[in-house]
């Protein structure tokens, strides 16, 4: 190991651990994997199985959710740590094979989903043709730049959740453009694989392109994405919303209509990237409640409490895995199950994803659909 016990010790700041366990004890995966974040501490720094490192593939089951970090009482990042341990692995060479094609796709197309640049905005071709999308790369200017993200710009599922996001924009009055196939990933998740050094050429990328074309506002539907750029990006630059927080916003200032009536039991799913790592818990329930005829349950794991569906971290990407119990996604399923809830809404596209997935493999299709909270608004509106 070229990093000695010390600097991990160091570059992490790990010495005032006492090992309470509360981060252990709030992680999701622990009970289900290898990792244990308050061994992990200890192993750093008294460094010991450090040049093991490469054998331990618990380190790709972490889906930095941050809650570790959060119940931390000494103000510790023990996240912050296994994203460290990642970059290790990443200079040396130990990285999961589906990892490093997220990685290559990413150097090679500036998406790990691996959709070539100039396909990046192939889904606006099938918008309603009275949706109109604004595009700074041609010329235009607007208020806000709509950051589409990767997931939206590859996956034909979550393009559904962006059609119905312009939608409301517009009946909003949102005055949106986007980047076209100039947009390149935020890098959220190629930073927390441990790629730091093409994390930063991503910054780099994506800050020149907003700068070049005057973008002050930035609003995101992918709460990495929103994470990335308001939290990691250059600080006081950018404005960065998530579309929950604009749509919020529009519907006080009553520029957000919802007369039709959706007769629906619904429960929310806080994503961990917009809940508890950015506090924005009450504006998809705003929105939610504000939906005439709509039924809102609450789940007993909710808000900062809400339980994690392993979709971040890199873990769309990774298959290999020591984990072996239940997924989380299909726990939380059998959550919004117990409440007879017919619609599960989250404000995530990986969420979605994870979710739907776990929808179908825990057999509940028949009685439980996952939306986002924007294609409510939609039925709403329309
Ligand atoms: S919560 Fe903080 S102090 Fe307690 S074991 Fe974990 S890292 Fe150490
Ligand atoms: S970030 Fe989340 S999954 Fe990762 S170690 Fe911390 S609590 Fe566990």
Not at 95 to 101: D, F, L, M, N, Q
Not at 214 to 227: L, Y
């Amino acid at each position: 190991m070229e990093l000695s016990e010390q600097t991990f010790a160091q570059k992490f700041d790990l010495y005032g651990c006492f090992q309470c366990g509360k981060c252990t004890g709030g992680c999701p995966v622990s009970l289900k994997s290898k990792l244990n974040i308050r061994r992990l501490m200890i192993e750093a720094i008294l460094g010991r199985n450090l040049d093991r490192l490469g054998e331990r593939e618990e380190l790709w089951d972490c889906t930095t959710c941050k809650t570790c970090t959060i119940r931390c009482p000494r103000g510790l990042k023990p996240m912050d740590l296994v994203i460290g341990m990642r970059g290790m692995l990443v200079e040396e060479g130990h990285i999961p094979k589906t990892i490093i094609e997220a990685m290559e796709n990413t150097y090679k197309h500036r998406n790990p989903w691996g959709k070539p640049k100039n396909k990046r905005t192939e889904w606006t071709k099938t918008l309603p043709e009275d949706v109109k999308v604004k595009n700074f790369s041609e010329g235009d200017r607007a208020e806000f730049l709509y950051f589409a993200g990767c997931t939206a710009s590859s996956d034909p599922r979550i393009q559904e959740v962006a059609k119905a996001l312009l939608f409301s924009f517009q009946q909003g009055e949102v005055d949106f453009g986007i980047l076209g196939n100039e947009e390149q990933c935020c890098g959220n998740e190629i930073r927390r694989m441990g790629e730091a050094g093409l994390f930063e050429e991503l910054v780099e990328g994506n800050v020149n392109r907003f700068e070049s074309y005057q973008i002050e506002r930035i609003v995101t539907m992918c709460p990495h994405g929103f994470n990335v750029l308001k939290n990691e990006y250059p600080q006081g630059r950018f404005d960065v919303l998530h579309t929950t927080q604009l749509l919020a916003k529009r519907l006080e200032e009553g520029k957000l209509s919802l007369k039709k009536e959706v007769k629906k039991v619904v429960t929310y799913h806080d994503p961990c990237f917009l809940g508890k790592q950015n506090s924005v818990f009450d504006e998809p329930r705003i929105l939610l409640k504000a939906i005439p005829g709509l039924t809102f349950k609450e789940m007993d794991r909710s808000r900062e409490r809400s339980l994690c569906c392993e979709g971040g971290g890199g873990r769309m990407w990774v298959e290999a895995s020591s984990d072996t119990g239940q997924r989380l996604a299909e726990i939380r399923v059998n959550d919004a199950v117990e409440l007879d809830a017919e619609i599960l809404v989250t404000a995530c596209p990986f969420c979605i994803l994870t979710l739907e997935d776990a929808v179908k493999t825990s057999g509940h299709e028949d009685r439980l659909r996952v939306m986002d909270v924007t294609e409510l608004l939609v039925e709403a509106i329309e």
